[in-house]
Nanobody, 119 residues
Framework: QVQLVESGGGLVQPGGSLRLSCAAS????????MAWYRQPPGKQRELVAR???????NYADSVKGRFTISRDNAKNTVYLQMNSLKPEDTAVYYC?????????????WGKGTLVTVSS
């Protein structure tokens, strides 16, 4: 079993920055990727950023150039640096860990942290 705990959310003004953290604990092995998803109010959950075990990253078009995903393997922690925040970034942000391979395995989810971008 894997447990994921997000932190770092809060209220920021447009143009501001936040850094989210996700700490993983438990039976952490055979990790294919870790990722950040978000769910805006009234909308479906969407992929924001992903970092694969080898270090490759992927970003949603809406956040490219503004968000950066990184990891600290020694700390079993993944981060999401969010800059130039926009009101449309308002969402609950969820940490995800995929255990196994690209097309198989188990996904674990955190409970989420709320990011509100408003003036």
């Amino acid at each position: 079993q894997v447990q994921l705990v997000e932190s770092g959310g809060g209220l920021v003004q447009p143009g501001g920055s936040l850094r989210l953290s996700c700490a993983a604990s438990g039976s952490i092995f055979n990790v294919y990727a870790m990722a950040w998803y978000r769910q805006p109010p009234g909308k479906q959950r969407e992929l924001v950023a992903r970092i694969i075990s080898g270090g490759s990253t992927n970003y949603a078009d809406s956040v490219k150039g503004r968000f950066t995903i990184s990891r600290d393997n020694a700390k079993n922690t993944v981060y999401l640096q969010m800059n130039s925040l926009k009101p449309e970034d308002t969402a609950v942000y969820y940490c995800n860990l995929k255990q196994g391979g690209q097309n198989s395995g188990i996904n674990y989810w955190g409970k989420g942290t709320l990011v509100t971008v408003s003036s």
